[in-house]
């Protein structure tokens, strides 16, 4: 299990968002196709159901530097 496995105390766990699944899913696809793993198949076959085992992982000090940079780029457009 990734939750026991990863340190959250420096990163943290996402469910995908629309956009990183569909990027997952193409990824998945191609690897299938290029190695025709029975994985890859089983996964794509039941994709509905096992987009929920994927998970993103985050660099909580990068989740930080973006928050900031966007804080002050609201700030640059409020005229602050």
Do not use: M, Y
Request: overall charge negative; some cysteine.
């Amino acid at each position: 299990n990734i939750r026991q496995r990863c340190n959250q105390e420096s990163v943290s766990l996402q469910a995908l968002d629309a956009k990183d699944a569909a990027l997952v899913q193409d990824l998945v696809v191609r690897h299938t196709e290029l190695t025709n793993s029975p994985i890859g198949h089983e996964i794509l076959d039941d994709w509905q159901h096992k987009l929920h085992d994927f998970v993103k992982i985050f660099p909580n000090d990068l989740r930080r530097v973006l928050a900031e940079r966007e804080e002050a780029s609201d700030l640059e457009l409020a005229g602050g």
